[in-house]
C-alpha cells in the first residue's frame, strides 16, 4: 500500500520535491490549481496557516 511520502510534487520553480522530506510533520495538503476560479479561497488557507503556524501547521 502506498502513503502520501511515497509521493512527490512540483514546488514553485516547478522542481520535484519528496513528500518524504516531511515525514513527522503536519501536512496540508491542498490542490491550488489556478486556473480553477478559487483562487480567492487563498486567503482563508492564508489566515489559517497565520493562525496555526505557531502550533506546528
Same mark, same amino acid.
Given at each position: 500500500?502506498?502513503?502520501?511520502? +511515497?509521493? $512527490?510534487?512540483? *514546488?514553485?520553480? #516547478? /522542481? +520535484?520535491? $519528496?513528500?518524504? *522530506?516531511?515525514? #513527522? /510533520?503536519?501536512?496540508?495538503?491542498?490542490?491550488t490549481a489556478?486556473?480553477c476560479g478559487?483562487?480567492?479561497?487563498?486567503?482563508?488557507?492564508?489566515?489559517?496557516?497565520?493562525?496555526?503556524?505557531?502550533?506546528?501547521l
Open positions: 500500500m502506498s502513503s502520501v511520502y +511515497d509521493f $512527490s510534487i512540483k *514546488d514553485r520553480e #516547478g /522542481q +520535484d520535491v $519528496s513528500l518524504s *522530506d516531511y515525514t #513527522g /510533520q503536519v501536512l496540508f495538503i491542498v490542490n489556478t486556473e478559487f483562487t480567492p479561497t487563498y486567503a482563508d488557507l492564508q489566515k489559517l496557516y497565520e493562525e496555526l503556524h505557531d502550533k506546528g
